[in-house]
């Protein structure tokens, strides 16, 4: 057969068909992975302008907002012996109805599905139910996250979060873990996740202690932006390091978003914005990475 093959030129052809195969292949292998890279390091980044802002209650320590129609807001607010959940109207800032926790209980995120809403507890596993009209508590629950920081829902299932880089995904009945899934921005851990908002199938998290906000995939985990919000704090709450940008809400039928922070005196509707500059190397891991906060140490969480 070999002989055949010389005689004939048969090899040579087979060669170079094997080598163009080869080669075509491998420029293939190698496009399909500049692609999956490029689609992994691919990243948007925001800033926001002010469309209105609103009153906000400069004595709440607010640790979870929720839109839950009619411009009204659910919110959670936390300190010992000042943790609430509340129902605020929107354009006033007014506290119409407040569920005040016992003295003991720091409270944390939340978050509304249905006609219920759910928070979760500092350095506890406990969490309550209430009922969105009246705010009366109408259940515990008990979930498995480390520690309990932040609350969404898409409807379906809880996110959570508990100050680590770790993204929860919880079942609303049982409030068994589902899945859970490491945060991370070009290799680095993005710790602190804080408060949380589902928004436009994204989940939409503070950081705790910047001024920024990451953007996730709920399917993955992977990181899909930042929205950089350097200027706000300094008009609604001074330079005080308590008091940071904390409180994402996402009204889905009028697309409006709402941010405020701890112990801030304004409540401000946002428009994001892309950036359109290119992102220096190493700017957002120096405005958007917390290396000073040490989590569970400081009361203020």
Sequence with gaps: MASSCRKTGACTMLSLLLS??????????????????????????????????????????????????????????????????????????????????DDSIFGEGLTLLGERLFQVTWLQKTGFIYDNNNLSKIGEFMHQMNDGWGLATDGKVLFGSDGSSTLYQMDPDTFKILSKFVVSYKGQQVKNLNELEFVNGEVWANVLGVDCIVRISPKDGRVIGWILLPNLR????????????????????????????????????????????????????????????????????
């Design 20 to 101: 163009a195969s080869l080669a075509i292949s491998a420029t293939d292998h190698l496009a399909f992975r500049a692609k999956m890279l490029s689609d992994f390091e691919s990243y948007s980044y925001d800033t926001v302008s002010v469309i209105y802002e609103f009153p906000h209650d400069p004595e709440a320590f607010t640790q979870g907002l929720v839109y839950g129609g009619n411009d009204t807001l659910y919110e959670s607010t936390g300190l010992y012996g000042k943790s609430s959940v509340r129902k605020v109207a929107l354009r006033t800032g007014k506290v119409e109805t407040l569920q005040k926790l």
């Design 234 to 301: 300094e008009h609604a709450a001074g330079n005080h390091k308590h008091k940071v940008l904390n409180g994402i809400a996402w009204d889905s039928e009028k697309k409006r978003i709402f941010v405020t922070g701890k112990l801030w005196s304004k409540l401000y509707e946002i428009r994001v914005v892309p950036i359109d500059k290119p992102i220096e190397e190493g700017f957002i891991e120096q405005h958007c990475f917390p290396s000073h906060y040490e989590p569970k140490k400081s009361m203020f969480e």
